[in-house]
C-alpha cells in the first residue's frame, strides 16, 4: 500500500471517530451514524403543527396528575421519528398553551427536562383552605406553610406532628385521603411541591422537608405569611426575616424555562407567583 493509501485511510478513520464521538454527546435517541448521515427528513409546516397539536394534547392529559412531563416520554410516545424537529415543536406548544390556555409551560429541571403547566399569575387570589372544593391543596398549603416559617427547611418528624393536630394521623388510614404519609412523600414530592431529603449520617435514618420547585413557582410567600399572620392574629411584619423574603420573591415563568427578577433596590417588589388552581 502507497504512502498516499496510507495516509488517506488514516484521516478517514479519524473522521469516523470524530463523528462517533460527536453523535454521543447527543444521546442514544438521537444518535447518528456514519454510513446514515442523514437519516430523519426534515419536518414541513403542517407536519410540526400536527405534531404540536399532538403533544399539546399529551401534556393537558398527563398534567391532571401534576407529575412533571419527561421530554425522553414526549419523543417516545409523540414525537416519535420527528425528534430532528422537537425545538420547533415545542415552541409552537409553548405559545398554543400561552394563547389559547392562558398557560405556561416551564421547565423546571433543564439538566432532565421536566415541564410543568402553570397558569398566568395574578396577585390577587385567596390562601386555599382545608375545605371540600380543594382538601388536598388545603394539606400542601399547611406544610409549605411550616416549612417557610422555619426558614426552608424542617424535619420529617415536624410535619407529621403538625398534621397529626389537623386530624391527619400519619400512622393510620384516612377517611377521604387514605395514607397520609404516601400523599405527603409519594404524591406531593412526585408532583415537585416538596422535595423529601435524606438527613446524612442520621441512624435511624431521618429526612428533611424543603420546598420543591413546583412549590417555589406557584406558591406566594406572602399569601403564606398572611395566612399565618391570620391564624396568630399578628402583623405579617411581625416575623422579620420571612417578611423580607416574602417582599422580594419575584419569579416570573416564561415558556420554557424561568426568569428570576432581582429584587427592587428598595425592597418594593411584589410575589406574584401563586399556587395554580386548575
Same mark, same amino acid.
Given at each position: 500500500?502507497?504512502?498516499?493509501?496510507?495516509?488517506?485511510?488514516?484521516?478517514?478513520?479519524?473522521?469516523?471517530?470524530?463523528?462517533?464521538?460527536?453523535?454521543?454527546?447527543?444521546?442514544?435517541?438521537?444518535?447518528?451514524?456514519?454510513?446514515?448521515?442523514?437519516?430523519?427528513?426534515?419536518?414541513?409546516?403542517?407536519?410540526?403543527?400536527?405534531?404540536?397539536?399532538?403533544?399539546?394534547?399529551?401534556?393537558?392529559?398527563?398534567?391532571?396528575?401534576?407529575?412533571?412531563?419527561?421530554?425522553? @416520554?414526549?419523543? &417516545?410516545? /409523540? !414525537?416519535? %421519528?420527528?425528534?430532528?424537529?422537537?425545538?420547533?415543536?415545542?415552541? $409552537? *406548544?409553548? #405559545? +398554543?398553551?400561552?394563547?389559547?390556555?392562558?398557560?405556561?409551560?416551564?421547565?423546571?429541571?433543564?439538566?432532565?427536562?421536566?415541564?410543568?403547566?402553570?397558569?398566568?399569575?395574578?396577585?390577587?387570589?385567596?390562601?386555599?383552605?382545608?375545605?371540600?372544593?380543594?382538601?388536598?391543596?388545603?394539606?400542601?398549603?399547611?406544610?409549605?406553610?411550616?416549612?417557610?416559617?422555619?426558614?426552608?427547611?424542617?424535619?420529617?418528624?415536624?410535619?407529621?406532628?403538625?398534621?397529626?393536630?389537623?386530624?391527619?394521623?400519619?400512622?393510620?388510614?384516612?377517611?377521604?385521603?387514605? @395514607?397520609?404519609? &404516601?400523599? /405527603? !412523600?409519594? %404524591?406531593?414530592?412526585?408532583?415537585?411541591?416538596?422535595?423529601?431529603? $435524606? *438527613?446524612? #449520617? +442520621?441512624?435511624?435514618?431521618?429526612?428533611?422537608?424543603?420546598?420543591?420547585?413546583?412549590?417555589?413557582?406557584?406558591?406566594?410567600?406572602?399569601?403564606?405569611?398572611?395566612?399565618?399572620?391570620?391564624?396568630?392574629?399578628?402583623?405579617?411584619?411581625?416575623?422579620?426575616?420571612?417578611?423580607?423574603?416574602?417582599?422580594?420573591?419575584?419569579?416570573?415563568?416564561?415558556?420554557?424555562?424561568?426568569?428570576?427578577?432581582?429584587?427592587?433596590?428598595?425592597?418594593?417588589?411584589?410575589?406574584?407567583?401563586?399556587?395554580?388552581?386548575?
Amino acid at each position: 500500500m502507497s504512502q498516499k493509501k496510507r495516509l488517506a485511510n488514516t484521516q478517514m478513520s479519524s473522521q469516523r471517530k470524530r463523528l462517533a464521538g460527536m453523535s454521543g454527546s447527543v444521546g442514544n435517541e438521537e444518535e447518528l451514524t456514519f454510513t446514515q448521515p442523514s437519516t430523519l427528513p426534515e419536518l414541513s409546516g403542517k407536519q410540526i403543527e400536527q405534531k404540536s397539536d399532538e403533544v399539546v394534547q399529551y401534556i393537558l392529559m398527563k398534567d391532571q396528575k401534576k407529575i412533571p412531563i419527561r421530554r425522553a @416520554d414526549l419523543v &417516545k410516545h /409523540v !414525537i416519535k %421519528e420527528y425528534r430532528n424537529g422537537y425545538p420547533a415543536i415545542m415552541k $409552537r *406548544v409553548a #405559545h +398554543t398553551f400561552e394563547q389559547v390556555f392562558g398557560l405556561t409551560l416551564v421547565n423546571i429541571d433543564p439538566k432532565n427536562q421536566m415541564y410543568i403547566l402553570l397558569k398566568k399569575l395574578e396577585e390577587d387570589v385567596e390562601c386555599p383552605t382545608l375545605g371540600k372544593a380543594n382538601p388536598k391543596t388545603g394539606v400542601l398549603f399547611v406544610i409549605l406553610s411550616v416549612i417557610f416559617m422555619k426558614q426552608g427547611v424542617v424535619k420529617e418528624l415536624l410535619i407529621w406532628n403538625v398534621l397529626e393536630k389537623l386530624y391527619l394521623n400519619s400512622m393510620t388510614e384516612h377517611k377521604e385521603f387514605g @395514607d397520609i404519609k &404516601k400523599m /405527603v !412523600i409519594d %404524591e406531593f414530592v412526585r408532583q415537585r411541591y416538596l422535595e423529601y431529603v $435524606r *438527613v446524612p #449520617h +442520621t441512624d435511624p435514618l431521618e429526612h428533611n422537608f424543603l420546598w420543591g420547585p413546583r412549590a417555589k413557582l406557584e406558591v406566594s410567600k406572602a399569601k403564606i405569611l398572611q395566612f399565618v399572620a391570620e391564624l396568630h392574629d399578628r402583623n405579617p411584619q411581625s416575623w422579620k426575616p420571612q417578611y423580607k423574603e416574602a417582599q422580594n420573591q419575584s419569579l416570573v415563568p416564561t415558556a420554557l424555562g424561568v426568569q428570576e427578577t432581582a429584587p427592587s433596590d428598595h425592597g418594593s417588589g411584589r410575589p406574584t407567583a401563586r399556587m395554580a388552581q386548575r
